[in-house]
């Protein structure tokens, strides 16, 4: 019997979220895979961004916390242009790979007109 690798690095996790948003439609276009980088995979659908933060399973809440501040601080993206959001991994007990995803308020993080410009996601 085959069975599969558990995933345990953090670019074990950002295959794992990047095979979820392709499946969705989205086109990843960046990965940024430092544990302390402000988001980890920007994806992008028509004129829509996704900006997708992954925190590792048995992340502490006080970290996850801390986390979304500071991708709400330096990404800064208006609805019109997309989302910001933290995904916590979970591993299911068959191995599989699941995550709870929580979605920055907009109305507080997002005002940066020219967020895609600065965070070079796209060219003039």
Known sequence: MLVSARPTTLDDFLKEAAAVLEAQGW???????GQEAPWHLAARKGEKWRLVQVMLPASTPLHCQA?????????????RLGSMEQWMAHVRPDGRVTFGP????????????????????VTA
């Open 67 to 79: 986390a979304r501040k500071v991708l709400g601080e330096l990404a800064q993206l208006p609805a």
């Open 27 to 33: 086109k990843v276009t960046q990965r940024q895979c």
């Open 102 to 121: 929580y979605t920055l308020n907009p109305q507080l993080w997002g005002s940066d007109t020219q967020a895609l410009e600065r965070l070079g996601l």
